[in-house]
């Protein structure tokens, strides 16, 4: 690992923080191995769960909702490639959300001792929930093999959606990284949201069947949800014009990403000073 020496002056810090950001990214990029080592760390499976898990919840929602429920897929689209397509960007986001906003606390004996810009905590553990998504996204292929779904040119808009659902995770896991160091309650209040999250957001069923009743009270709240859009155009990328997409609905996502992002940038650089007299 190279070294660099660290001129420590008042104001110093707040005038070069971005360059001293790419200076570390050396750290950034051992925090990241080491997150993922720890995470497959003496498991028997290893990255194995990350096939697992989106394989078992998809058995588990195809049999409640689509067997039981009678919740109908988009025409055309298979049911369990619509669940898996929902599971896999859903998975993705609420991993990186929960990481992102745990990095500063689990980080905390380095912060302590060590001045370095505190956002490369947060960038460098998203590296777990990108192995997993890959590993999911390993799943939906293989899916789409069995099913004969062969995808068309919306596919090269897929990476387009993976990185607005990334910005997602980390405008609303900035937010919450910040506040959780002097709030520790907020380490209780994250797995509720992702909790509540996987059911109002479309993924055991079809944006569809929300558009079907615009006249009910609630429906116009359900497109301020900024993973609506996201998800449905993760999907759409996928499996091409029979999977539901509302372009107004991308748009107020994009919209809302870019707000929340921006604030929490601000938020999380205002308070980072403080995070050593916190912790």
Known sequence: MKTHEVIIQPGRSERHYWRDLWRNRELMYILSMRDVSVRYKQTALGTAWGLIRPLTTMLIMVFVFSKI???PADPGVPYPLMVLGGITVWTFFS???TQISNSVTLNSNLVTKVY????IMPISSIAVSFVDFLVSLGLFILLSIWY?????WHLILLPAFILLA?????????FFAA??????DIGQLIPFIVQVGFYVCPIAYSSRLVADKAN????PFYWFNPMVGIIDGFRWSLLGEKAYFNPQSLLLSVSIVAV??????YFFRKRENTFVDDI
């Open 69 to 71: 429920a009678k919740l």
């Open 260 to 265: 929340c992002l921006a604030l929490s940038l």
């Open 95 to 97: 991993t990186a959300f």
């Open 179 to 184: 506040v959780n160091v002097k709030f520790r």
């Open 216 to 219: 009910e009270w609630w429906a």
């Open 148 to 152: 004969r779904f062969i995808p068309d």
């Open 116 to 119: 370095f810009p505190r956002l």
């Open 166 to 174: 990334l910005l997602a995770s980390f405008a609303f896991g900035l």
